[in-house]
T-cell receptor, first 112, second 114 residues
Framework: DQQVKQNSPSLSVQEGRISILNCDYT??????FLWYKKYPAEGPTFLIS?????DKNEDGRFTVFLNKSAKHLSLHIVPSQPGDSAVYFC???????????FGTGTRLKVLA | ETGVTQSPTHLIKTRGQQVTLRCSSQ?????VSWYQQALGQGPQFIFQ???????GRGNFPPRFSGLQFPNYSSELNVNALELDDSALYLC?????????????FGPGTRLTVT
């Protein structure tokens, strides 16, 4: 039972353009959603999060949008840079169970 | 500020053996979680410790157990190792009580069971 899904295993984007990574979830009890970036041989690095009571959060080049009615969130990276090439995971957190549920990841490749 | 560290980096064990993995939380963090990441998958939540007690658990059998120490460092113990336990084990810490729930991850321990 995959409660958090990232349906695109990979994405290629030209440098300077927008990267949009998508994530769907099934459990309406999640309180927070988070995005992490992972390089090979390193642990995931926290990027940005959003509370379930908000619909947008922005931090520099990264913006996360949350559509609760569709149970969908997306991460926008503008402008994309070659250093953004990594695997991106979305995660959902439930304060009732203290559990974090991760998606399977999307590999982003930013082409110079 | 010291980040999350894990030891060892790599480990090879034989099926049926027991293993202990270690994690030092980031300075000021009082909550630690452990994850198992199989190849091509996202991290799977094993459990979380807060103030030396387990307060959240994923779908892992009891042979996966843990400890958190007064200095907030932590151990993950796995008994009766199975081949499917081969994975990257990640530790993450955060400060409970602060706004936000972001965790900070260590580099992981790569466990191979033969």
């Amino acid at each position: 039972d995959q409660q958090v899904k990232q349906n695109s295993p990979s994405l290629s984007v030209q440098e300077g353009r927008i990267s949009i990574l998508n994530c769907d979830y099934t459990n309406s009890m999640f309180d927070y959603f988070l995005w992490y970036k992972k390089y090979p041989a390193e642990g995931p690095t926290f990027l940005i999060s959003i509370s379930s009571i908000k619909d947008k959060n922005e931090d520099g080049r990264f913006t996360v949008f949350l559509n609760k009615s569709a149970k969908h969130l997306s991460l926008h990276i503008v402008p994309s840079q070659p250093g953004d090439s990594a695997v991106y995971f979305c995660a959902a957190y439930s304060s009732g169970t203290y559990k974090y549920i991760f998606g399977t990841g999307t590999r982003l490749k930013v082409l110079a | 500020e010291t980040g999350v560290t894990q030891s060892p980096t790599h480990l090879i064990k034989t099926r049926g053996q027991q293993v202990t993995l270690r994690c030092s939380s980031q300075s000021g963090h009082n909550t630690v979680s452990w994850y198992q990441q199989a190849l091509g998958q996202g991290p799977q939540f094993i459990f979380q410790y807060y103030r030396e007690e387990e307060n959240g658990r994923g779908n892992f059998p009891p042979r996966f157990s843990g400890l958190q120490f007064p200095n907030y460092s932590s151990e993950l113990n796995v008994n009766a190792l199975e081949l499917d336990d081969s994975a990257l084990y990640l530790c993450a810490s955060r400060r409970e009580g602060l706004a936000g729930v972001e965790q900070y991850f260590g580099p992981g321990t790569r466990l191979t069971v033969t």
